[in-house]
């Protein structure tokens, strides 16, 4: 898993960190910066996969910036442990480049520079990497791609992995308009942000991970008992989403599927498609609140780890109070907090043992993190 994530001068992100478990929930009012949290996760995600630090509708590192300082560096970090060893990569944005490094048992085993294109390993070796890597547009310069799209067949395993675990981490928020539409049959299956070619990443699930969708299915039945079977449906060149009821001869198509149910199914294909960490944010919209514990159950027994931000007190409910973060703004700057370290938790034993809900201690004012 990884272990934490840390992030300085990054968005309203000055100094956080987190220490992260299997399921992870972060709590806190509107514009507190739990959907700065979820950037971080994706700015690594579209690095580790793509080669670039970029974050869609943000035009300059200066937007990316605390206080939209244009001299000070950001930096977003993740530990993890692989094989039994503590792994962190660290990533630094500065005003014309990046520089990406590898740390294993604290000791730096990678470093890549993006102006230079030079990568170096344990004791300062430069070696190359295993393809050519691009020489790219970034902001208003260049720079190349990062080591992690074509590391050197030199490094050691660990870091195959850790690139791995970094390039399996994505990051929605679905939106039932996305999820409905159809795809072609010929695009590439990745699953966007708000849940753009779903269609064709359930395609991809069922042709070449039939087990996975095989779980996606269960999941979806096991919290919404009317459904029998998932169906990316072919038409010509283009896939869409249809599912066969209990009770009816036609399939529903994309219209006739109700926004829940859309983004149960969406959530639950992430949660068992391969991912190493997934970050959903808001996932109690459109969702009942009887099934929100289902939901938490699945995120549990998902082989995933799991990050979710929410504003529900329903869904708190049935998150454990070592699973908690509470996110709140101070001026400018955003901190966090793990209830389970707070000084609070105290009180919440206290208000859990008398009958109350850990929603509604929240609700309450008892653990912060309220407007």
């Known amino acids: 898993m990884f272990t934490r994530l840390t ?7 000055k100094s956080v960190s987190l220490e992260l478990g299997k399921v992870n929930v972060l709590i806190g009012p509107n514009a507190s910066g739990k959907s700065n949290v979820a950037r971080a996760f994706q700015l690594v995600a579209n690095h580790a996969r793509g080669g670039l630090p970029l974050l869609e509708g943000y035009e300059s590192l200066v937007d990316l910036s605390f206080a939209f300082n244009p001299v000070i560096n950001a930096r977003v970090e993740l530990e993890a442990l692989v094989n039994g060893r503590r792994y962190k990569y660290a990533l630094e944005l500065k005003a014309d480049k990046y520089v990406e490094r590898i740390l294993a048992d604290n000791e ?10 030079a990568v170096y390993i344990r004791g300062g070796k430069e070696v190359h990497p295993g393809i050519s890597r691009d ?65 064709r990443y359930l395609l991809y699930l069922y042709l070449e991970r039939r087990r996975d969708f095989e779980y996606v299915e269960e999941a979806l039945r096991s919290t919404v008992p009317e459904v029998e079977e998932i169906v990316p449906h072919i038409e010509g060149a283009d896939v869409e989403v249809w ?32 991912f190493s960490l997934v970050v959903l944010e808001e996932p109690e919209n459109c969702v009942h609140p009887r099934l929100l514990g289902a939901l938490m159950d699945l995120a549990r027994g998902a082989p995933s780890q799991v990050v979710m931000t929410t504003h529900s007190p329903y869904l708190l409910d049935h998150a454990r109070p070592e699973e908690v973060y509470v996110v709140e703004k101070e ?41």
């Not at 209990?246 to 529903?252: D, I, Q, W, Y």
Request: charged share 20%; net charge positive; with cysteine.
């Open 243 to 274: 599912i066969k009821a209990k009770g009816l001869s036609e399939p529903l198509k994309p219209s006739n599927i109700s926004d829940g149910t859309l983004r149960i199914m969406a959530m639950a294909s992430v949660l068992y498609g391969g």
């Open 331 to 371: 001026g400018l700057e955003t901190k966090v907090k793990k209830l389970s370290t707070a000084k609070e938790l105290e009180a919440v034993k206290r208000f859990l043992e008398e009958g109350g809900t850990l929603g509604e201690a929240w609700y309450s004012g008892l653990i912060g993190g309220t407007p």
């Open 135 to 199: 020489f790219c547009s970034y902001y208003r310069g260049s720079i190349y791609a990062s080591a992690l799209t074509a590391l050197p067949s030199e490094v050691e395993p660990g870091i195959h992995a850790l690139a791995s675990k970094l390039r399996g981490i994505t990051v929605h928020s679905f939106a039932p308009s996305h999820l409905r539409l159809k795809g072609p049959v010929s695009q590439k299956p990745p699953l966007k942000y708000h849940g753009e070619n779903f269609a």
């Open 108 to 117: 730096e085993v990678l470093t890549h520079d993006s102006t230079s294109g």
């Open 7 to 13: 992030v300085e001068n990054f968005l309203s992100l």
